[in-house]
């Protein structure tokens, strides 16, 4: 179980941090300064430090030096970005702004833990295919369908230009995972990544939080503020969402493409900023274009190059490769290394649809690894239920061609019965030796639903051994 040390001097917030990890799996231990740190703990024995930047005597960043191999996570507020950046070039391997979202959170823990044991894991191998294997694993993506491979490649042409890039795929495919890929394969590696989500900012604050303010600038703005493009200068900032932006930010980034230069919120003054911009979306930005929901101008900036990140569904090759990547590290993280699927439950995860994608996914991996009794996950504890409209579909068509083609048994031919007349056949013929969800998954519908039209349609239940 990953070991983390939370040191924070305000006790509400590191309490409900730990909290957090906790629940997940992690092993946490606290400290309120960089001194108490020191004095109780070994640093080297933990697997990753989070620290608050502001600490009672010693900054957070003190840690990095202190803790030598450790990866130090530092927390920041968005008023404090530049010093958050200015941490990273000390030695921090990532920051996180506060108050944080706890997804957020818990992806940027995940992913540090596991970036850090990587080179501890199986020896190099030889021959050519460790070389693609090695090359794509360090993109963070894991896939080997055809699709895959033609993104990665893609990913390794574009990465060392300068190009805007415009990232296309569907919600939980791994759009800021393809924008990391692009960040950590560029000349731009040693800056920072900064990534935004254009649809969870206020319309009211989205100017101020990208472009910055100046003191005074509206009511509340106390202070000046550096923007989140400003604390990307030298880097990469990526917009995740971007088709949620409003207009009048949309102008505004229009600008910081073509002249390369932001003016704070209440500033009369532009300054020059050197950011490479990649940006992600769900929608169909030439469309919302045309219904004057988007800049055309702006789209044709960011259309530079497109990537297209393809929906699970679509490479079936990828799925138990993911499946069972993401099995590993969860187990990993619950101390339960030996944790493998049922045949069963291999086969349901290969023939689901996954509508939510990678995300899903994971989601139904870690209920199933948290509730599982043994090292088995079984179909039942997974939770997924079969695409309906896709059974149905395939329902459907059985249905027709058995009323169009003689039963094989003899029977009389089909071609007069109704769907409700094939419902009846069909659950009085298979009811003896198949269960109620068998039953219900066959024909493409809930066992609710079965249990409606049998009772519509007088079509009692076996008789089971209980009964």
Not at 414 to 421: A, H, V
Request: with cysteine; net charge negative.
């Amino acid at each position: 179980m990953p070991h983390i040390l939370v040191v924070e001097d305000e006790p509400i917030i590191r309490s409900a941090l730990r909290r957090l990890l906790e629940r997940h799996h992690y092993q946490v231990s606290e400290a309120g300064a960089v001194h108490e740190a020191v004095e109780k703990y070994d640093l080297n024995d933990f697997n990753l430090i989070i620290s608050d930047l502001r600490l009672p005597g010693e900054p957070g960043t003190a840690l990095i030096h202190l803790a030598d191999k450790v990866p130090v996570l530092i927390m920041t507020s968005f008023a404090s970005l530049r010093s958050a950046v200015d941490s990273m070039k000390l030695g921090a391997v990532d920051y996180i702004a506060k108050p944080f979202d706890h997804d957020e959170m818990l992806q940027a823990v995940a992913r540090i833990i596991e970036a850090s044991q990587q080179p501890k894991e199986a020896p190099a191998k030889t021959a050519q295919a460790s070389d693609n294997e090695d090359d794509n694993r360090e993109m963070g993506i894991i896939g080997a369908s055809p699709a895959m491979l033609t993104l990665f490649k893609r990913i390794r042409k574009v990465a060392p230009t300068m190009s805007t890039v415009l990232i296309q795929g569907e919600s939980g495919t791994g759009k800021e995972l393809v924008a990391r890929a692009l960040h950590e394969n560029s000349p731009r590696a040693h800056a920072p990544m900064i990534s935004v989500n254009c649809a969870a900012i206020p319309e009211t604050l989205i100017e101020s939080e990208l472009f910055g303010h100046e003191k005074g600038a509206f009511t509340g703005a106390v202070a000046g503020r550096t923007g989140l493009v400003e604390a990307a200068n030298g880097g990469t900032l990526f917009l995740d969402e971007i088709g949620e932006l409003p207009l009048e930010a949309q102008a505004r980034l229009l600008r910081v493409l073509q002249e390369s230069e932001i003016r704070r919120v209440g500033s009369v003054q532009s300054q020059k900023v050197d950011v490479r911009l990649v940006a992600a979306t769900h929608r169909d930005l030439k469309t919302l274009a045309h219904q004057g929901l988007f800049r055309e101008d702006l789209y044709y900036r960011l259309n530079v190059i497109e990537l297209r990140l393809p929906p699970l569904r679509e490479r079936s090759e990828d799925v138990m490769l993911i499946a069972e990547a993401l099995l590993a590290r969860i187990g990993a993280q619950m101390n339960t290394p030996n944790l493998h699927f049922t045949r069963e439950a291999a086969t349901a995860i290969r023939q689901y649809r996954w509508p939510g994608n990678v995300r899903e996914l994971e989601n139904a991996i870690e209920r199933a690894a948290i509730l599982c009794d043994e090292d088995e996950i079984s179909t039942d504890l997974l939770g997924i239920e079969p695409d309906i409209n896709q059974e149905r579909s395939s329902y459907a068509t059985t249905a027709l061609e058995s009323m169009r083609t003689p039963d094989k048994m003899g029977a009389e031919p089909g071609e007069n019965l109704s769907l409700e007349d094939y419902f009846q056949h069909f659950v009085l013929e298979h009811q003896e030796h198949m269960t109620e969800t068998e039953l219900a998954n066959k024909l493409g519908i809930s066992r609710k639903c079965l249990w409606e039209r049998r009772q519509r349609l007088g079509i009692p239940r076996k008789k089971t051994a209980n009964s």
